[in-house]
């Protein structure tokens, strides 16, 4: 009960000069960095693995979802197949690669 009566007159009291737009300006601020933080550069993320995924060659080196590392034998629309160590080829669906492997780093990350 005490908390609620304190957050109550927190919000200060009618003639208080504080602007009626107040609270609206400060979820627009809220939102903007939320979008400028976490939505807009999670979106430059998915267009860059995006774009590596359509331009996968015959030949690269790639690394998937689960870790396993491998170069690319065949590409068709959605699927890839890759060789593994011991000559075995897997047949996997283009959304498990995920990296490129000639690199360290996952794609879209500096």
Known sequence: M??????????GAKGSDQSPYSGLIMMVLIIAVFYFFFIRPQQKKNKEIQK???????GD???TIGGIHGKVLE???????IE????????????????DGTS????GQK
């Open 84 to 99: 593994v160590e011991g000559q075995s080829r897997l047949k996997l669906n283009k959304d498990a690669v995920t990296q």
């Open 75 to 81: 590409i068709s629309e959605t699927t890839v197949i």
């Open 52 to 58: 590596f995924r359509q331009g996968l060659q015959k």
């Open 2 to 11: 005490q908390l609620n009566s304190i957050l109550l007159m927190a919000g």
């Open 61 to 63: 080196k790639v690394i």
């Open 104 to 107: 360290d780093k996952p794609i």
